[in-house]
C-alpha cells in the first residue's frame, strides 16, 4: 500500500518536472510558495518609484495684480498640472495667509515653497518672517522685481532666488541675504534683456518653465540639499541665455587653467565664471587658485509634458 506522503512527494515532483518543460522557467524555480501564488520576488537592481510631489506652494501677485500680474496666474497652473498644490494671492493679504499657512504646516507639515512678483515679493519675505518666528523652515522661496522697501532674506530659508531689474522704478531691488544666512542664494539682474520690463517679467516662459523645475526638485526630494552655499550676483548680458543656477561651488585650477578653460569643463558660459571671479577669461590662474562655478543643485526636469493627477 503507497503512503499518501509518497503519493505527494510524487504529484509534487511531477508538477516541477511540468513547470521546467514547459512553464515560466523563473516561477519553477522560486520554490513552493512562489509557484503556488504566482507572486515574483522583486529584483534587488528594480528602480524604485518616482517619489510623489509633497509641498504647499503659495503665489503671490503684485500691486494692481489682476491686470499686471496674470503672469502668476499661469504659473500657478503650471504648477499644478505637475501635481503639486498651488494657490495665488493678492499680495494685500499676506498675514492672512500666512497665519493660516502655520496653522497648516502644525496639523501637516510639509516644504513651503513661495513665489512672488513685485510687491509679491514683498510679501514673500514678510511671510517668511512670519514663519522664522514660530520656527517653521520655508524650503524655496523666490522674488520676481521685488520693491526697494523689501526686507533682508531671514534665516530659515533654505533656497532663494531674486530675479530682477535693477533699472526697474517699481521693482529693481538687489536684495541680500541676513547676516549668517547659510541657505542657497542666487540673484541675476535681467535689466540688460530690454525685452524684459516689470510688467512681463512673471509671463517669461524661460523663467516660469525652469520655476516650474525647481519646485518639482523641491516637492520630490527626501532631504535637504548639501554641499557648499557660495552666494551668486549676475548682471546677466544682453544676449546670454537666462540661467538660473542655485548657488556657487569651489573648484580649485590646475596647472595651465584660465577662466575659459574652467568654463568650458564646467559647461557653463565664460560670463558667468568672470563676474563670479572678477578676472580675465584667457589669464592664467594660480595652480590651486580657487575658482567660483555656478551649479544647479539637481538637473532641471523637463516638466512641460508632465501632467501627473493632483493631490
Known amino acids: 500500500m503507497i503512503k499518501p506522503t509518497s503519493v505527494a512527494k510524487i504529484v509534487f515532483g511531477a508538477l516541477l518536472s511540468a513547470l521546467l518543460l514547459c512553464g515560466d522557467p523563473d516561477l519553477a524555480f522560486m520554490g513552493p510558495v512562489a509557484a503556488q501564488t504566482g507572486i515574483a520576488t522583486p529584483s534587488p537592481d528594480a528602480a524604485p518609484p518616482p517619489a510623489v510631489p509633497h509641498a504647499r506652494v503659495y503665489l503671490f501677485r503684485g500691486a494692481l495684480g489682476p491686470i499686471f500680474s496674470r503672469g502668476m496666474d499661469h504659473l500657478t497652473e503650471r504648477i499644478e498640472k505637475i501635481g503639486i498644490t498651488a494657490d495665488v494671492y493678492e499680495f494685500t493679504i499676506c498675514r492672512i495667509i500666512a497665519a493660516g499657512a502655520v496653522r497648516e504646516y502644525r496639523e501637516k507639515p510639509q516644504p513651503i515653497i513661495l513665489i512672488g512678483h513685485s510687491m509679491g515679493g514683498y510679501c514673500a519675505l514678510i511671510f517668511s518672517e512670519i514663519l522664522e518666528a514660530e520656527n517653521i523652515p520655508v524650503s524655496f522661496v523666490v522674488t520676481i522685481d521685488p520693491p526697494q522697501i523689501s526686507p533682508e532674506v531671514p534665516l530659515n530659508i533654505e533656497r532663494y532666488l531674486n530675479i530682477f531689474l535693477s533699472k526697474s522704478v517699481f521693482g529693481g531691488s538687489n536684495i541680500k541675504a541676513k ?107 594660480v595652480p590651486g587658485e580657487r575658482v567660483v562655478v555656478p551649479r544647479h543643485m539637481a538637473p532641471l526636469a523637463e516638466v512641460s509634458a508632465q501632467s501627473p493627477p493632483k493631490r
Open 179 to 285: 547676516r549668517g544666512f547659510r541657505g542657497h542664494f542666487a540673484s541675476f539682474d535681467l535689466s540688460e534683456h530690454e525685452e524684459v520690463w516689470h510688467i512681463n517679467i512673471e509671463k517669461n516662459d524661460t523663467i516660469q518653465e525652469q520655476l516650474v523645475s525647481k519646485v518639482l526638485q523641491v516637492a520630490t526630494m527626501s532631504g535637504g540639499f548639501e554641499g557648499e552655499t557660495l552666494p551668486l550676483r549676475y548682471v546677466v548680458p544682453p544676449s546670454a541665455a537666462i540661467d538660473l543656477w542655485d548657488s556657487g561651488m569651489s573648484v580649485f585650477a590646475r596647472p595651465g587653467d584660465s577662466l575659459q578653460t574652467i568654463a568650458t569643463f564646467y559647461h557653463v558660459p565664460l560670463w558667468s565664471v568672470t563676474q563670479a571671479n572678477k578676472g580675465a577669461g584667457n589669464t592664467p590662474l
